[in-house]
């Protein structure tokens, strides 16, 4: 008899909280993060009769066994993450490769979403070392004063007549 009669992907579920927006675009939605215990590689372990890794159990509970002889990798490169959405079976080499190629394909880019050159005079570091563009930033500034402007000329109350504003009281 198991130890605990509740099943285990309620035991599993209970151990998952919502985490960050992943960097990498072609991971959909948030990351699962698994606060249960974790391995020396930061992986989540869990225990379903044996000790399993946590995003293995995560992908196996939404597709079913994972492929002989296949990896199942973080497309978010999360390694604590437990969404489904965020994995996906590989093969040993293509998981490698994803891990390796991850710092070189974001290097790649040269350019931010709306198209800026992220060369030197038009790039910064955000605080988690990815890059950033002054173009854009600069756009949202400016959008960002005129909305203040037109707020500070729009009428914020309705003018008063001066027979509905009580005189103050001389002191
Ligand atoms: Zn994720
Ligand atoms: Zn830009």
């Known amino acids: 008899m198991a130890p605990s009669r509740i099943p285990a ?7 998952i909280e919502p985490g960050p927006l992943p960097l ?3 991971a959909a939605g948030h990351c699962h993060l698994w606060t249960g215990a974790t391995n020396e590689h ?3 372990t869990f225990w379903d009769g044996r000790t399993v890794k946590a995003h293995r159990f995560a992908y196996e509970q939404a597709n079913g066994p994972i492929p002989d ?13 437990v969404n489904p959405a965020h994995l996906r079976a590989v093969t040993h080499r293509e998981n490698i490769l994803a891990s390796a190629n991850h710092v070189a394909r974001r290097a790649a880019v040269r350019a931010c ?10 790039t910064y570091r955000a605080r988690n070392g990815t890059r950033k563009c002054r173009a854009c930033k600069n756009a ?6 005129a909305a203040a402007r037109e707020q500070q000329l729009a009428p914020v109350a309705p003018i008063r007549t001066r027979t509905a504003t009580p005189e103050r009281q001389a002191a």
């Open 69 to 81: 002889g296949l990896d199942v990798d973080h497309i978010c490169r999360n390694r604590a993450c």
């Open 42 to 44: 930061g992986y989540g």
């Open 140 to 145: 949202s500034t400016r959008a960002a004063r």
């Open 113 to 122: 979403p709306a198209g800026h050159a992220y060369d030197d005079a038009n």
């Open 24 to 26: 990498v675009r072609a």
């Open 9 to 15: 992907a309620q035991r599993f579920a209970a151990k």
